[in-house]
């Protein structure tokens, strides 16, 4: 072979290794996606530890306000949303169902619940 056409690919080829890495590294500048962060996890503890300390209204309504969809959506394989659902009912429970949620709920999740 020609050795200018050995110096070119050789060239060619640490060209393209070298913007290999350039279009690797740019995307730690904001181009990648940050992982999703499930809010979920400390609002459902921090609801289970207002129901231990008697606050049950804090408690249902954490649950609310963090799972809207807990009234039409059947407890499945999430145990997350289980915890959830049985930190309201347990609430709602132990307050004689009576739970004043319109302090601590937003309206549009409250138009669900209505009735």
């Avoid at 072979?1 to 290999?20: C, E, H, K, Q, T």
């Avoid at 609310?64 to 145990?79: A, E, I, N």
Wanted: net charge positive; charged share 25%; glycine share 12%.
């Amino acid at each position: 072979m020609n050795s200018r056409f050995i110096v070119r690919l050789v060239l060619s080829v640490g060209m393209l290794a070298g913007i290999g890495a350039v279009s690797g590294d740019a995307g730690a500048c904001g181009d990648e996606v940050a992982p999703a962060i499930d809010h979920r996890i400390m609002g459902v503890a921090r609801a289970e530890k207002d129901l231990r300390d008697g606050k049950y209204l804090a408690a249902a309504g954490s649950v609310l306000r963090m799972m809207p969809h807990v009234r039409t959506s059947k407890p499945g394989k999430d145990p997350l949303f289980a915890r959830g659902l049985r930190t309201l009912a347990v609430a709602v429970a132990r307050a004689d169902g009576a739970l004043p949620l319109e302090k601590e709920v937003p309206d549009f999740v409250l138009a669900q619940w209505a009735g």
